[in-house]
Every structure is written in C-alpha cells, then in structure tokens.
C-alpha cells in the first residue's frame, strides 16, 4: 500500500527566509508521481509542483523546488523567499501507475500547516 | 485557465436526509474523483469514474454513497441517509489521463454540515 509521511504538523518561518517541508513516502510501484498541494484557510486545494519517480533533476517551480531523494524516498518542499501569503496547509500526496494494483487515485499525506512571520 | 468547479459551495442538511453534491470537472478531462476530508484531516480518496463507470473506491465509499455522470458536463455525488460523520469538504477533481505524472485539478469543494 501507498503511504505519505509528514512529520512537521506545523512550522513557521519568517517572511523572506526559506523553508524545508518535509515528506517521505512509500511504496512498492516502480512508477509513481509526487504532487504538493497548498490549501489556504478558503479551502481551495492548489497545485503546486510535480516530481516524477523517473525524473533525474529535481523540479521547480518559481519559488518552488522539490528536493527529490529517490533512495530515501523523500520529496521535500522547498519555498524560497517566504511571504506572508505563503501561510497555509500544505499536502504532500503520491500517485501511482494506473492499473489493478495501484489504481489511479492520490494518497494525501497529513499535511503540514505553514505560518509565514512577518 | 479552465477549472473545476463545483456546487453548492456550502450545504447544510439534517441526519438521514439526502444530498447531491455537484461538479463541472474540466471539459477535455477523462478521469473524475471525488475526495473527503473531514476538519482538520487529511484528503481522503473515496472514488474514481472514467468511461461512464467506477473506477476504483476506498473502503469509505460503501453503499451509502452513489456518483453519476448524468450528462456531457456533470459529475454528482449523492450521498444517501446522511450520517453526523459525512460532514466535511467535498473535493471533486479531473485529470486528462490516469498515469502516475497526470495532476488533478482540484473544485473548490463542497462543504457538507450534517445537523
């Protein structure tokens, strides 16, 4: 079965600094794409930045780049440059290849709510 | 940038009573989901459709729960004999394809109160 690990229930930075949002994941499926999501207090979940298990750089996205470390199975968030409109929950989740086995839903990880300091 | 949209954006319904929660996905999408997550939880899968039929269900989709694809545009999820646990946000989604690099694109969601 697959699993997404975030062990950071919330964290806070201050405006400007960078931040590191921890995520860690298993699963058996050779195949299988990594996704953050941002969900601000209005509910609305936005997507942020995709990591393919096959990719060898890791990805960006503007002020966005995941630390991909596919031997540990982690894929970490990084956001440079914090701002104050960054302060929200953030959702780690994993999908696998479609198929009988792995179906083609996400597995959400717990989420790690974001505070940004001024 | 064309999104998925869905309504209401809040329903509030009695213990027992039935609801239909509403979703526009994404026109070109092939693959439709339906999330929950309760208040302060995380995002739980509860089904996919693709081609007119379910896909895949969690464990939480059981016979309580029903979608339905009843025109070119609509995808529904009715919820029958709401219980106090069914409140929570209801997240629809679509995507183009079903391979693992495929993204969702997430509605704004249904937030369901049960009284």
């Known amino acids: 079965a697959q699993k997404i690990t975030q062990t950071q229930p919330g964290m806070f930075v201050q405006e400007k600094e960078a931040v590191t949002l921890d995520c860690t994941y298993d699963?058996?499926?050779?195949?299988?794409?990594l996704f953050w999501y941002k969900q601000p207090s209005s509910g609305e979940m936005i997507f942020l930045i995709y990591?393919?298990?096959?990719?060898?750089q890791n990805a960006t996205e503007g002020r966005y780049s995941l630390n991909f470390q596919k031997a540990r199975k982690s894929a970490n968030l990084v956001i440079s440059a914090s701002q104050l409109g960054d302060s929200a929950m953030y959702f780690c989740?994993?999908?696998?290849?479609?198929?009988?086995?792995?179906?083609?839903?996400?597995?959400f990880g717990p989420g790690t709510r974001l505070s940004v300091l001024p | 940038e064309p999104e998925v949209t869905q309504t209401p954006s809040h329903q509030v319904t009695q213990m027992g009573q039935e609801v239909i929660l509403r979703c526009v996905p994404i026109?070109?999408?092939?693959?439709f989901y339906w999330y929950r997550q309760i208040l302060g939880q995380k995002v739980e899968f509860l089904v996919s459709?693709?081609?007119?039929?379910?896909?895949?269900k969690s464990e939480i989709f059981d016979d309580q729960f029903s979608v339905e694809r009843p025109d070119g545009s609509n995808f529904t999820l009715k919820i029958r004999s709401t219980k106090l646990e069914d409140s929570a946000m209801y997240f629809c989604?679509?995507?183009?394809?079903?391979?693992?690099?495929?993204?969702?694109?997430f509605g704004p969601g249904t937030r369901l109160t049960v009284t």
């Open positions: 699963t058996s499926d050779p195949s299988y794409g």
């Open positions: 989604a679509s995507s183009v394809g079903s391979g693992s690099s495929y993204e969702q694109y």
């Open positions: 026109s070109n999408h092939l693959y």
């Open positions: 459709f693709y081609n007119n039929e379910i896909s895949e």
């Open positions: 990591q393919g298990s096959y990719d060898q």
């Open positions: 989740a994993m999908r696998g290849s479609a198929g009988d086995n792995y179906g083609q839903n996400f597995v």
